[in-house]
């Protein structure tokens, strides 16, 4: 028998798990109820909603609320661009591999003989001598093995 993950877990695994929920210190948070100083999306909703509609500053609000002023502004252009979906957390870091252009993967096949070990090291530093693109070799080589697996 499997035990059902908690509201804290499924925050965790969703990136949601408000890290300082103590620091916290709205009265309506302060309460048991449906206000979870855990859920940080929550938290960040109802932090831009009192700057907004309670009469307090945006610093106010923020140290209400237990959050630094940049993260303030930050949750507060994110939700003017995209609403509620601007407050969910985002994957960090490249969402490809994005140095490998068309020009790059196609020196890489000019130099990659099928069948042949993969030489990334050189092939990177070649990418780069010609081309002046810094690639790691290790990009190469997962580049090379999608390939092979078409």
């Known amino acids: 028998m499997t035990k059902r993950p908690t509201k804290i877990d499924r925050l965790r695994e969703m990136g949601m798990l408000n890290p300082q929920p103590e620091r916290v210190r709205a009265p309506w948070f302060e309460v048991a109820g449906f206000f979870d100083a855990n859920d940080l999306l929550q938290v960040k909703y109802e932090m831009l909603r009192h700057a907004r509609q309670g009469g307090v500053t945006k610093a106010e609000a923020a140290e209400l609320f ?8 930050q949750a507060e252009a994110a939700f003017d661009q995209a609403g509620l979906a601007g407050l969910l957390p985002r994957p960090r870091g490249p969402k490809s591999a994005h140095k490998l252009t ?6 890489i096949h000019d130099l990659h003989r099928e069948g042949a070990p993969i030489q ?5 530093q070649v990418v780069q001598q010609r ?20």
Do not use: C, D, N
């Open 66 to 73: 237990g959050v630094s002023r940049p993260t303030f502004y």
């Open 120 to 124: 990334a090291r050189a092939l990177a």
């Open 102 to 107: 068309p020009e790059v993967m196609s020196l």
């Open 131 to 150: 081309l002046g693109v810094m690639v790691h070799p290790r990009s190469i080589e997962r580049a090379l093995a999608r390939k092979k697996k078409r």
